[in-house]
C-alpha cells in the first residue's frame, strides 16, 4: 500500500500501524472475494466525476454540494455505514490491535475504502466514517508534500467537512437558539446523532454563540462526563446492511461465513471476524496476496 499517512502517529506505535496496514490489504482480499459471490452497489460514474470537482472546493461547501447530490436534505443522516455502502463505498473495521488508529480510507482500482475502530464511542465513529469521506472526496488526487503543514491542513478540511456533512449550519441555526441551555444542546446531539462536544463546535461555526460562551458550554459539558464520554448517548454502533446480509440466516437466500471467507483466502478467521464487524456489534459504553494501487490513508 502506498502513501500510507498517519494521523494519531506520535500515539500509534509500529505494531499499530503494521496491524492498520495488513488490515487494509486483508480488507481489499475479502471485498474482493465478496464481490464474486454477492451483488452490491459500485462506486458510480457520476460520484466520481462529482468527486473530481469537489476537490478545489471548500470543504463545508463540498459537504453540502454532496448532501444535494445524494439527496440529504439538511435533516440527520440516516445510518452513515450503510449510506456510504449504498453508495459503493466499502466500510471495514480493525482489529483491536490497530484501535488507536482511528481510522483511515484510500482507494483500491477504483474503489473507495473505510476501516475503522469501534474502541470510541457511536457518535465519534459516525464522524470518523465521515472524516474519511472527506479524504475521499477531498484529497483522492492529492500529492502528499509530507510536510507537517500540509497533513494538518488536510485533516482540518477533512475535519471541517465531517462537521457539515452530520450537522449543517443551516440546521444548528435553525435548531437551536443562540446559547443554548446544555439541555437543548444534548436534544440537538441525540437527533443528530452527534457528540456533544461536537454540537459545541458547530454552535461556534455557525455563530450561535461566542468564544465566551462556547468555553463555558464545553465547561459545563466536561463536568457531566462529555470530555470523555458521551453519557445517554447512542446504545449501539450502527450495522452494516451488506454484512448483516452475507452472514444472514434469512430462508432462501444465499449466505455465507466468516469461517469459509477466512478458508478460501487464507487468512486467520479472527481479522475477517474483526474486519466484517462480526466480533464488534454490540452496545456501547458511552461512559467516563495482490492488492493493486490503494493509497490508503491512516488517522
Known amino acids: 500500500m502506498d502513501e500510507v499517512n498517519f494521523r494519531a502517529g506520535r500515539r500509534a506505535s509500529a505494531v499499530h500501524r503494521h496491524a492498520a496496514v495488513a488490515a487494509?490489504?486483508?480488507?481489499?482480499?475479502?471485498?474482493?472475494?465478496?464481490?464474486?459471490?454477492?451483488?452490491?452497489?459500485s462506486w458510480s460514474v457520476s460520484d466520481a466525476a462529482a468527486v473530481d470537482e469537489l476537490e478545489t472546493?471548500?470543504?463545508?461547501?463540498?459537504?453540502?454540494?454532496?448532501?444535494?447530490?445524494w439527496g440529504l436534505g439538511e435533516g440527520p443522516l440516516p445510518n452513515i455505514v450503510q449510506l456510504c455502502e449504498s453508495k459503493g463505498i466499502r466500510v471495514y473495521g480493525l482489529p483491536s490491535v490497530a484501535k488507536v488508529v482511528d481510522a483511515f480510507s484510500g482507494w483500491s482500482d477504483g474503489t473507495p475504502y473505510i476501516f475503522l475502530s469501534r474502541s470510541k464511542t457511536a457518535e465519534r465513529s459516525r464522524f470518523d466514517i465521515a472524516h474519511e469521506l472527506g479524504h475521499?472526496?477531498?484529497?483522492?488526487?492529492?500529492?502528499?508534500?509530507?510536510?507537517?503543514?500540509h497533513h494538518r491542513q488536510e485533516e482540518e478540511d477533512a475535519d471541517r467537512f465531517a462537521a457539515e456533512l452530520l450537522a449543517p449550519a443551516s440546521s444548528v441555526a435553525d435548531g437551536l437558539p443562540r446559547h443554548p441551555s446544555v439541555d437543548q444542546v444534548l436534544a440537538f446531539r441525540s437527533r443528530f446523532k452527534v457528540s456533544a462536544m461536537m454540537?459545541?463546535?458547530?454552535?461556534?461555526?455557525?455563530?450561535?454563540?461566542?468564544?465566551?460562551?462556547?468555553?463555558?458550554?464545553?465547561?459545563?459539558?466536561?463536568?457531566?462526563?462529555?470530555?470523555?464520554?458521551?453519557?445517554?448517548?447512542?446504545?449501539?454502533?450502527?450495522?452494516s446492511r451488506i454484512f448483516t446480509h452475507i452472514f444472514g440466516t434469512g430462508a432462501g437466500a444465499k449466505r455465507t461465513t466468516a469461517d469459509r471467507i477466512a478458508?478460501?483466502?487464507?487468512?486467520?478467521?479472527?481479522?475477517?471476524?474483526?474486519?466484517?464487524?462480526?466480533?464488534?456489534?454490540?452496545?456501547?459504553?458511552?461512559?467516563?496476496?495482490?492488492?493493486?494501487?490503494?493509497?490508503?490513508r491512516v488517522r
Open 136 to 149: 475521499l472526496i477531498l484529497h483522492s488526487a492529492t500529492v502528499d508534500s509530507g510536510s507537517e503543514a
Open 263 to 296: 478458508a478460501d483466502l487464507s487468512l486467520p478467521v479472527e481479522d475477517v471476524h474483526a474486519l466484517t464487524f462480526r466480533t464488534q456489534v454490540h452496545a456501547v459504553n458511552a461512559e467516563p496476496t495482490k492488492t493493486g494501487s490503494s493509497g490508503f
Open 57 to 69: 472546493t471548500d470543504p463545508a461547501l463540498a459537504a453540502q454540494t454532496l448532501r444535494l447530490m
Open 199 to 239: 454540537t459545541a463546535k458547530a454552535l461556534l461555526r455557525s455563530s450561535r454563540t461566542d468564544n465566551a460562551g462556547y468555553r463555558r458550554l464545553c465547561s459545563a459539558l466536561a463536568r457531566r462526563g462529555f470530555r470523555t464520554g458521551e453519557p445517554g448517548g447512542m446504545a449501539h454502533h450502527e450495522r
Open 24 to 41: 487494509g490489504t486483508f480488507g481489499v482480499m475479502v471485498d474482493r472475494w465478496i464481490s464474486e459471490h454477492f451483488t452490491r452497489p
